[in-house]
């Protein structure tokens, strides 16, 4: 199996999402961590712009997005499946809604300020500032909710997971582990990072034993790299040859045209480069960087946008 290098960094919930789908497929694995605000002068050069968390790297193709990631571990260790027969569609349904609407009541609770305190209290007063600006940033486009709107919809949500899971089940959709697991995992373990307001997680039982299920599963085995070797070793390497391979157009334009892809909802900064990949589900564009050297940088296609470079 192709060496995999994880971009992270500890206190990133979507980086928890993988960290864990690693342990549920018992893969071995890399672990770069990387800076939690900007510069990042590593991310960058693997990705050409693209600066959210996590990255995953295999030799000189780089994938960005949890959504993606999920579908390439997938490819890579196909059992146990995240994706089971009776539920596959619901998962990546389930999945889509913990990934946007859950995560960011998560993260407007996690930010009152008892769980600020928590999270942040032992960080010096001018790097939760810097913290603070570099997200203000990044989230332009992101949906903002208040703390008693954070409350009332997490109380909800929560009510609706504890039900969801009230017959027992092991599992948000049955007897077999789903992508939903995961996606609707690290905003609650998030929210428990923020011990200060945790405690609303203690009034679900079957829930707070599903994440005890869920954190049992381990994070894999990994080992450490320091990012600028990760940049080195994508020199070193050369991607996968995307020759071949049929290319869904949906937006006039032919393989190799110059192109920008950019997520659409927060942390938009583009990529540039020849889109050389479009698959279904998949977007792929190939640049050339001053340290990292020929790279392909993935990008799934949902949430993402493709602007031709005039
Ligand atoms: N849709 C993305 C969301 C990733 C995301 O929002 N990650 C957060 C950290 S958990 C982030 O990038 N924060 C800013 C940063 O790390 O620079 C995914 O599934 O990977």
């Given at each position: 199996?192709?060496?995999?290098?994880?971009?992270?960094?500890?206190?990133?919930?979507?980086?928890?999402?993988?960290?864990?789908?690693?342990?549920?497929?018992?893969?071995?694995?890399?672990?770069?961590?990387?800076?939690a605000?900007?510069?990042?002068?590593?991310?960058?050069?693997?990705?050409?712009?693209?600066?959210?968390?996590?990255?995953?790297?295999?030799g000189?193709?780089?994938?960005?997005d949890?959504?993606?990631?999920?579908?390439?571990?997938?490819?890579?260790?196909?059992?146990?499946?995240?994706?089971?027969?009776?539920?596959?569609?619901?998962a990546?349904?389930?999945?889509?809604?913990?990934?946007?609407?859950?995560?960011?009541?998560?993260?407007?609770?996690?930010?009152?300020?008892?769980?600020?305190?928590?999270?942040?209290?032992?960080?010096?007063?001018?790097?939760?500032?810097?913290?603070?600006a570099?997200?203000?940033?990044?989230?332009?486009?992101?949906?903002?909710?208040?703390?008693?709107?954070?409350?009332?919809?997490?109380?909800?949500?929560?009510?609706?997971?504890?039900?969801?899971?009230?017959?027992?089940?092991?599992?948000?959709?049955?007897?077999?582990?789903?992508?939903?697991?995961?996606?609707?995992?690290?905003?609650?373990?998030?929210?428990?990072?923020?011990?200060?307001?945790?405690?609303?997680?203690e009034?679900?039982?079957?829930?707070t034993?599903?994440?005890?299920?869920?954190?049992?599963?381990?994070?894999?085995?990994?080992?450490?790299m320091?990012?600028?070797?990760?940049?080195?070793?994508?020199?070193?390497?050369?991607?996968?040859?995307t020759?071949?391979e049929?290319?869904?157009?949906?937006?006039?334009?032919?393989?190799?045209e110059?192109?920008?892809?950019?997520?659409?909802?927060?942390?938009?900064?583009?990529?540039?480069?020849?889109?050389?990949?479009?698959?279904?589900?998949?977007?792929?564009?190939?640049?050339?960087?001053?340290?990292?050297?020929?790279v392909?940088?993935?990008?799934?296609?949902?949430?993402?946008q493709?602007?031709k470079?005039?």
């Amino acid at each position: 199996m192709s060496q995999l290098i994880l971009h992270h960094y500890p206190r990133s919930p979507f980086s928890e999402k993988v960290r864990t789908l690693l342990g549920f497929k018992g893969l071995r694995w890399t672990s770069v961590i990387i800076p939690a605000i900007m510069p990042k002068p590593d991310v960058i050069a693997l990705t050409g712009g693209y600066r959210k968390t996590p990255l995953l790297q295999i030799g000189a193709d780089i994938y960005c997005d949890t959504a993606l990631i999920a579908d390439v571990l997938e490819r890579l260790a196909p059992t146990p499946t995240l994706y089971p027969a009776e539920s596959a569609g619901l998962a990546r349904i389930q999945a889509q809604w913990a990934d946007s609407t859950l995560f960011w009541t998560a993260i407007a609770y996690s930010f009152q300020p008892a769980g600020l305190q928590s999270i942040f209290g032992n960080l010096p007063p001018e790097h939760l500032k810097a913290f603070m600006a570099d997200r203000a940033a990044f989230r332009a486009n992101a949906p903002r909710m208040r703390v008693p709107e954070a409350i009332g919809a997490l109380r909800l949500y929560l009510e609706q997971l504890e039900a969801q899971l009230a017959d027992d089940r092991p599992w948000l959709l049955g007897k077999a582990t789903s992508l939903a697991d995961f996606s609707v995992y690290h905003p609650l373990w998030y929210i428990r990072q923020a011990a200060g307001v945790a405690g609303i997680l203690e009034s679900y039982p079957h829930l707070t034993a599903w994440m005890e299920r869920v954190q049992a599963l381990g994070h894999g085995t990994s080992e450490k790299m320091e990012s600028g070797e990760a940049v080195a070793l994508a020199a070193s390497s050369t991607p996968v040859s995307t020759e071949g391979e049929a290319f869904l157009d949906l937006h006039g334009l032919a393989r190799g045209e110059r192109v920008t892809v950019a997520a659409t909802d927060y942390g938009v900064d583009p990529v540039e480069g020849a889109l050389v990949l479009s698959r279904p589900n998949e977007l792929a564009v190939r640049r050339v960087d001053a340290r990292a050297g020929e790279v392909v940088v993935h990008f799934p296609r949902l949430g993402f946008q493709v602007q031709k470079v005039e």
